[in-house]
T-cell receptor, first 116, second 115 residues
Framework: GNSVTQMEGPVTLSEEAFLTINCTYT??????LFWYVQYPGEGLQLLLKATKADDKGSNKGFEATYRKETTSFHLEKGSVQVSDSAVYFC???????????????FGQGTILTVHP | DAGITQSPRHKVTETGTPVTLRCHQT?????MYWYRQDPGHGLRLIHY???????DKGEVSDGYSVSRSKTEDFLLTLESATSSQTSVYFC??????????????FGAGSRLTVL
């Protein structure tokens, strides 16, 4: 079946440091890939997405590139801020020949803490 | 007003009691979902709906049932709560797209504790 694996956390960084959160997936066919972010006490919000191989999703300084050859969708940011402290989830939606009903499969989440 | 609201936001109950969580969306989204969030597991799909009265099971559906009598409301019921159902429950909704719902909108979550 489909699955998503994220790097183990938690990740602790100083402000302005470079961030990478690794995400790899297993799926048949060509899934769409997403990064969601959850701030403390809130629901998940879409951070970025990519729907086909070599697409780059970007938002708020975060980027991720859909790499079919390595089945990866790593999240990066060049300079993190304290306000980026949150839980980050990688997810896939498997777009079969029929409808997937939009169901998402999530990774386990990575807690990011950024210190001043 | 928030596009998707969950109630109650917090609930403590005892083993064996029934519990119903409500999700209400004002976006006229066709697709709705219930997920549970547990440490080390991320979010796991419990049930989903692809229209009024059209529902199906997700990967962790045992012990849960759902109902959708109106587009805007999706109810999750625990017929007889167990301690293993202590979790944070998230509702989500989305529009229909060429491959089902596109981007999902999530509620703020309902924290359930079963003693």
């Amino acid at each position: 079946g489909n699955s998503v694996t994220q790097m183990e956390g938690p990740v602790t960084l100083s402000e302005e440091a470079f961030l990478t959160i690794n995400c790899t997936y297993t799926a048949t066919g060509y899934p769409s890939l997403f990064w969601y972010v959850q701030y403390p006490g809130e629901g998940l919000q879409l951070l970025l997405k990519a729907t086909k191989a070599d697409d780059k999703g970007s938002n708020k300084g975060f980027e991720a590139t859909y790499r079919k050859e390595t089945t990866s969708f790593h999240l990066e940011k060049g300079s993190v801020q304290v306000s980026d402290s949150a839980v980050y989830f990688c997810a896939l939606r498997y777009d079969a020949g029929g409808t997937s009903y939009g169901k998402l499969t999530f990774g386990q989440g990575t807690i990011l803490t950024v210190h001043p | 007003d928030a596009g998707i609201t969950q109630s109650p936001r917090h609930k403590v109950t005892e083993t064996g009691t029934p519990v119903t969580l409500r999700c209400h969306q004002t976006e006229n989204h066709r697709y709705m979902y219930w997920y549970r969030q547990d440490p080390g597991h991320g979010l796991r799909l419990i049930h989903y709906s692809y229209g009024v009265k059209d529902t199906d099971k997700g990967e962790v559906s045992d012990g849960y049932s759902v109902s959708r009598s109106k587009t805007e409301d999706f109810l999750l019921t625990l017929e007889s709560a167990t301690s293993s159902q202590t979790s944070v429950y998230f509702c989500a909704s989305g529009l229909a797209g060429e491959s089902g719902a596109n981007v999902l909108t999530f509620g703020a979550g309902s924290r359930l504790t079963v003693l």
